[in-house]
């Protein structure tokens, strides 16, 4: 099994929550699932509106949730879980709550991490994490944030993605 474990804000659409989704990204996030035959598992915040939206037969009043399952739709991506919550919630404990996912998963292959934040807790899953955000230059010369996917992390994620590395998995736990 090969899964991509998938953050929304910064990857599928800019960071800000009151942002829309993006086409483009989704179509970036199909090109690699369709290269890779991996499954999208959700470790973003937002997993916990959306699994909620899942278990309740796909009925939500949140239209942010539902424009995401939308967008899901439209490019033929399927949710085939999430990570688990934790204790405490937020971007610093993704790195805790994708081991436990992986820890128990002797049918996992390869996984890749796809993110707008590079934290240092990450350490040995760095090597399967692709960060969304990059510095750019504005009009003003002055250095901001660009937070989405491109085509330079499709590209890395179908490389860790197409390789091997249950060896490597196996040994952390």
């Known amino acids: 099994m090969k899964v991509i474990f998938l953050d929304i804000d910064g990857v599928l659409k800019e960071e800000d929550y009151g942002a829309e989704f993006k086409d ?20 973003s915040s937002w997993r916990i509106d959306y699994w909620e939206f ?13 424009d995401l ?15 688990d919550y934790t204790i405490r919630s ?21 996984f890749c991490i796809i993110d ?20 750019v230059q504005s009009e003003r010369r002055y250095e901001k944030w660009q937070c989405t996917l ?11 993605l197409n390789r091997d590395h249950k060896a490597l998995i196996a040994e952390q736990f």
């Open 24 to 43: 483009e990204c989704f179509a970036k996030l199909k090109k690699i699932v369709d290269a890779t035959g991996a499954e999208i598992i959700l470790s």
């Open 54 to 66: 899942v278990e309740n037969g796909y009925r939500t009043d949140d239209e942010k949730i539902l």
């Open 69 to 83: 399952y939308n967008h899901f739709e439209k490019y033929g991506l399927k949710v085939s879980g999430r990570t």
């Open 90 to 110: 937020g971007p610093s404990s993704r790195p805790d709550e994708i081991r436990r996912w992986i820890a128990d998963k002797e049918d996992l292959e390869t």
């Open 116 to 135: 707008d934040d590079d934290f240092y807790r990450w350490k040995w899953l760095s090597q399967f994490l692709v960060v969304t955000r990059v510095r």
């Open 150 to 160: 491109s085509d330079a992390d499709v590209d890395r994620a179908i490389a860790i």
